[in-house]
């Protein structure tokens, strides 16, 4: 079990390192999505089990942005599977000064949302070229950061296809594209209808997901486009 042991714990170190790299990177982003103030980590445990392998880590570690992982710790039995002794979480903070704590009991939907981009835009920029589908991702983002959204989007389909469904007006106007989706119902059932819009329809369209077409909303409407390059 020796040469399991120094790969899993090859492995573990070389993920550690891993994670310092990705949340720096993250942490950038997110800086850029108006988060200057989100902290983020990457917590490692490692549980004991009788039957382990026995490798050299710490029970606990928290990875900080571009740190160095200690990759130390007491020796010991160490649970394991096929793909190794890790058990890592994400660990965030979004207010100045708070500690970071696991993403999912910290962060709000808005918060969420913002720093899936952030991990998606991350992660795209090493990736094939392929097709983004992003249901509602600025979902809890109000209008001033939707518009923060909608230039984050705008970099990711540099490299990338991007599909992306929104309800915010501030994010649409950054699509190459624009596309309508509506329901219908009749005696013999529902469906869905999708149309694209351009030019004058696209900003009525615009201007009611404003709130209404009237000749203000279409004013502002016309702003987004023109602050979005459209």
């Known amino acids: 079990m020796d040469s399991a042991a120094d790969a899993a714990a090859t492995l573990s170190l070389a993920r ?23 902290s983020l980590a990457a917590g490692f445990a490692c549980e004991d089990a009788p039957d382990g392998l026995a490798v050299t880590l710490p029970d606990y570690e928290v990875v900080a942005p571009g740190a160095t992982p200690s990759g130390g710790g007491e020796p010991g039995a160490r649970a394991f599977n096929e793909s190794g002794v890790d058990q890592m979480e994400l660990l965030a903070s979004f207010n100045p000064g708070a500690p970071p704590r696991p993403l999912r009991s910290v962060a709000s939907g808005g918060e969420t949302s913002r720093f899936l981009l952030a991990l998606t835009t991350v992660l795209g920029a090493a990736a094939e070229p392929r097709l983004v589908v992003l249901d509602e991702v600025d979902e809890g983002v109000g209008g001033r950061a939707g518009s923060v959204v909608g230039e984050a989007l705008r970099r990711l389909a540099e490299r990338h296809q991007v599909l992306c469904v929104t309800h915010l007006p501030q994010v649409a106007a950054f699509g190459a594209r624009h596309f309508v989706v509506t329901k219908a119902s009749d005696d013999d059932g529902v469906w869905s209808d999708i149309e694209e819009v351009t030019g004058e329809e696209r900003l009525r369209e615009l201007a009611l997901m404003l709130g209404g077409d009237t000749s203000a909303n279409r004013a502002a409407a016309a702003e987004l486009l023109q602050e979005s390059g459209e």
Not at 16 to 38: H, K, P, T
Request: aromatic letters at 0%; glycine letters at 4%; proline letters at 0%.
């Open 16 to 38: 550690r390192e891993a994670a310092a790299r990705l949340i720096a990177a993250v942490s950038a982003e997110l800086e850029r999505l108006e988060m200057s103030g989100a």
